[in-house]
């Protein structure tokens, strides 16, 4: 790609017009001074949040000529032989009279192109303090930046749509007080339980969705995975992020799929499927959730909980989970809390909660998530223990149990229990 072709592709970008975008609720900040850098599972939105930057940028009267967009997945592009400095001299020259200083650097997955950290930490020193990036590796992105970066970014995540983005994209009124909007608002959810928030997917059939989702789990394993580490075990990667996804809402056991696969006749370590886990969670594909503990070590070295980035692509890849109503629902809390910020873990000692929350060093919530409450009563007998059992060991005075659709106040040992519908809660300020 010669300094002609990139000069083209930077002049089309600046006489074409903006696709249509919607506002998220992650604002990404102008004026830092730092590099801003978007991580997150591919076709999250991360694009059209840098599009959203750029809108931004219009409206403070930024010319489109000081706007340098430039995405590193163009078809294109050789990633091999692709040469990073030959961008920055095809803008000068193409805008001869700009003052470098005053523009802006927009670079959707530059982590594509070898010698990056060393072409954006050379631009942040030299050339413009008004950088945006993003990756869809957090491992590859956060090291990098880390240590070859130096201090000069802050990294946001960037997640599939957040049930109240859903809402927003579908220009569904968020109302809890009138029958007509509520009841709107359950059969959304109920959709979105199962279908996901990839956002452009979201009025698709399902028949299509599916068939999307499951390329896109391809496009990852090849693109983020295979060809990013030069895994060589293809099949068995497949079959273990497969097994992944389907343990969502579940403690994760490396030594377990080691057993499955040993037993099949497949020979590979556990330190290579110990790899395989850490890029499963680099690329976003799934969540590893630490089991509490006061001690970091046995926190570290206790079995995690594993979730999927999105209950759509779980459902899409696994069809036991699809039917099991409890543990979409967890799945799809544990992502609402994520999105929203909160630091987490989940609970088990003789019992189970699924989730604790931190409010810095202190605890502040026990969170127990059951879809039917009621479908039984050693069901119900045992959510509600875990909760009050949890509550007592952490110092806590109240907890919660999130359902589908139940609502109830309970006291027991002196505890309070507020039995909250899944809507209610995801639409609180949590």
């Not at 130096?150 to 749509?161: A, D, Q, T």
């Not at 339980?193 to 059939?205: Q, R």
């Not at 999307?212 to 079959?239: P, W």
Request: contains cysteine; aromatic residues 12%; charged residues 25%.
């Amino acid at each position: 790609m010669n300094k002609e072709v990139i000069k083209k592709t930077i002049a089309d970008f600046h006489s074409s017009k903006m696709p249509a975008t919607k506002p998220r609720l992650l604002e990404i900040p102008l004026g830092t001074g730092k590099i801003i850098a978007l991580t997150g599972v591919r076709r999250s939105g991360k694009t059209y949040q840098l599009y959203n930057v750029l809108k931004a940028l219009f409206k403070k009267q930024v010319p489109a000529k000081k706007l340098l967009y430039f995405n590193f997945e163009d078809e294109r592009i050789d990633e091999q032989t692709f040469i990073l400095n030959n961008l920055l001299d095809a803008y000068r020259e193409l805008y001869p009279d700009l003052k470098l200083e005053d523009c802006y650097f927009l670079f959707d997955e530059i982590q594509n192109i070898e010698g990056w950290e060393k072409f954006l930490r050379r631009i942040y020193d030299q050339v413009s303090k008004n950088i945006f990036i993003t990756g869809s590796n957090s491992k590859l992105l956060s090291k990098e930046i880390s240590t070859s970066l130096r201090g000069r970014s802050i990294s946001y995540e960037v997640f599939p749509l957040s049930f109240k983005e859903y809402l927003d994209f579908l220009e569904v009124e968020i109302n809890l007080y009138t029958s007509e909007s509520t009841a709107r608002i359950i059969k959304c959810l109920e959709k979105y339980l199962y279908s996901g928030g990839f956002p452009e997917l979201i009025n698709m059939e399902d028949q299509i969705r599916n068939r999307v989702l499951q390329e896109y789990f391809d496009v990852m394993i090849l693109r983020d995975i295979i060809e990013r580490y030069d895994v060589k075990q293809s099949r068995i990667l497949k079959y273990f992020c497969k097994r992944v996804v389907g343990n969502s809402a579940q403690e994760f056991s490396v030594n377990k799929i080691f057993n499955e696969l040993k037993s099949q006749g497949y020979k590979i370590s556990k330190d290579t499927l110990y790899e395989f886990q850490s890029h499963v969670e680099s690329i976003y594909l799934a969540l590893f959730l630490p089991k509490h503990s006061h001690s970091f070590l046995k926190s570290e070295l206790a079995m995690k909980k594993t979730y999927c980035i999105d209950t759509g692509l779980a459902s899409a890849l696994d069809f036991y989970f699809s039917q099991n109503n409890g543990r979409l629902l967890e799945n799809l809390v544990f992502l609402e809390l994520k999105k929203a910020g909160k630091r987490i873990s989940y609970y088990s000692n003789n019992f189970e909660c699924d989730f604790v929350i931190y409010e810095g060093k202190s605890i502040s919530d026990a969170i127990q998530v059951c879809f039917d409450l009621n479908s039984d009563y050693s069901t119900k007998a045992r959510e509600i223990n875990g909760v009050i059992n949890t509550c007592k060991t952490l110092g806590l005075r109240e907890g919660k149990i999130i359902t589908i659709s139940e609502e109830e106040k309970l006291s027991q040992d002196n505890i309070e229990i507020s039995i909250i519908p899944a809507y209610k809660y995801i639409l609180s300020d949590m």
